[in-house]
């Protein structure tokens, strides 16, 4: 992780830790790497915050000074920029968007010819340039200046492709969606209308401040009441940029990203689909997920936290199935990052195929108490490896003798910890997480407020 980019981009609060003479610069410098030799062709999509038009106009300028042709998918998904890279012939993509984070956050993730996370060596460039450690970018002229071409049609292309996935109809079936207010705010309902489903969309107004606001994946309690309150069949929530997603089931109950690896990974072993019967998931997930996966004699590969390391796992292996508890769901066959739709489309698949409701599929799978907290600190590495903090945890895994874990683990996106306990309780998952955090707190380790 380097100075700028961390595990999903350059984030920051906009025009404050990441701005637009930033993302000027970030154009400048991509324009000029993938144009060495060619005119490269770049596209950009973008999310519905207030500055992701500032953004993607400095991203333009600076590409197009570069001498960069820039292709605007305007508002759109994380994994819409990834599928226009791979399935036309583009040097690289952007997408702007801090994902869940708040409208007054932003990021710029950066995505290589093959739609996958850019590589360290790539980024790092890019941190050099922005420091003034490299030469500067010769600006394109005459002739050679970019231009920039409105690309909706390649959105629409991405819709059809999600729409050519789906097996069946879903005539008669009820669909609750929660856009929160993101990239899916006409995408996701386009998608299921055209597939037939009684659709019912909450947060579908975005209004450039109420992204993420109470709403998606990351406040599943209002589709859990929507979805009750309206008699639906499913539910699905995505997040503002939508490569996650997180389900309800008929009952109101939460189908997280473990169920979902859970729920579509035995599918895939009862069609033989599941080519090295393996599901990848991050430390992260729950021990339920691991032990309904050995129930059903399915390896578990475990990676750290962050879709790209999970992405890269599956591509080194083979893997057809990875995912994070959050939401983030890769299918190797059709995505190379976590697709919300993608993911709905496929668990609409299961249920579908197999004739039972979402609650029955993820009946099998028990999950053990987690507790999770998150504490904003001054330096993280400061914070985990403190000795007292390291006596805490050796103390709390102790106690938990192999009957639950304990985890401490940097944000890659913000200046905190998390400490997180699984036991056979909740009472003991706080007591052991709040055993940890009293060592922070008495060290002064934690920032107030």
Not at 21 to 33: C, N, P, S
Not at 47 to 58: I, K, P, Q, V
Not at 222 to 238: N, P, S, T, W, Y
Not at 253 to 262: A, F, Q, S, T
């Amino acid at each position: 992780m380097g100075k700028y980019f961390g595990t999903d981009g350059f984030r920051g609060e906009a025009n404050v830790n990441l701005t637009v003479e930033h993302a000027f610069k970030v154009g400048r410098y991509i324009g000029y790497y993938y144009g060495r030799g060619h005119k490269a062709k770049v596209v950009i999509g973008k999310d519905t915050r207030l500055s992701s038009y500032m953004f993607e106009y400095a991203l333009a300028a600076g590409l197009t000074a570069s001498g960069a042709d820039v292709y605007l998918l305007h508002v759109t998904t994380t994994p819409s920029v990834a599928y226009v890279i791979r399935s036309e012939d583009f040097d690289c993509g952007i997408m702007i968007s801090a994902s869940h984070n708040p409208y007054y956050d932003n990021g710029i993730k950066l995505l290589n010819g093959n739609g996958e996370k850019m590589a360290d060596e790539v980024t790092d460039l890019v941190e050099q340039y922005l420091d003034g450690l490299l030469p500067e970018a010769p600006y394109a002229t005459k002739a050679n200046i970019g231009r920039t071409i409105d690309y909706a049609a390649g959105r629409n292309r991405y819709i059809g492709y999600l729409i050519s996935l789906a097996t069946h109809s879903y005539k008669g079936v009820k669909v609750g969606l929660d856009c929160a207010n993101g990239s899916t705010w006409m995408i996701a309902k386009s998608v299921f209308d055209a597939l037939g489903a009684d659709t019912y969309v909450i947060n579908n107004q975005p209004s450039g401040i109420n992204i993420n606001e109470n709403c998606g994946s990351t406040h599943i309690e209002h589709l859990q009441a929507f979805v009750k309150e309206k008699g639906l069949d499913v539910g699905f929530a995505f997040d503002g940029d939508a490569d996650r997603c997180l389900a309800v089931d008929e009952n109101g109950d939460l189908v997280d990203g473990d169920k979902i690896l859970y729920i579509y990974g035995t599918y895939m072993k009862k069609r033989d689909k599941l080519t090295t019967n393996t599901v990848v998931s991050t430390v992260m997930s729950n021990m339920g997920l691991g032990k309904a996966l050995e129930k059903e004699g399915i390896d578990w590969l475990k990676t750290q936290v962050g879709d790209r390391f999970v992405y890269e796992s599956m591509r080194a292996g083979g893997h057809m199935l990875g995912g994070e508890q959050s939401g983030h769901i890769i299918f190797s066959k059709y995505a190379t990052t976590g697709d919300g739709v993608l993911t709905a489309i496929k668990l609409m698949q299961a249920m579908l195929a197999q004739k039972m409701p979402l609650s029955k599929l993820a009946e099998p799978m028990v999950i053990y108490p987690q507790v999770l907290k998150n504490m904003r600190v001054a330096d993280k590495d400061a914070a985990i490896n403190h000795p007292a903090v390291q006596s805490a945890l050796k103390e709390a895994e102790a106690a938990l003798q192999g009957n639950g874990r304990v985890l401490l683990r940097k944000s890659g996106t913000e200046p905190v910890v998390r400490v997180m306990a699984e036991a056979e309780s909740e009472q003991l998952c706080n007591q052991w997480v709040d055993h940890i955090i009293a060592a922070m707190q008495k060290e002064h380790l934690i920032q107030e407020g």
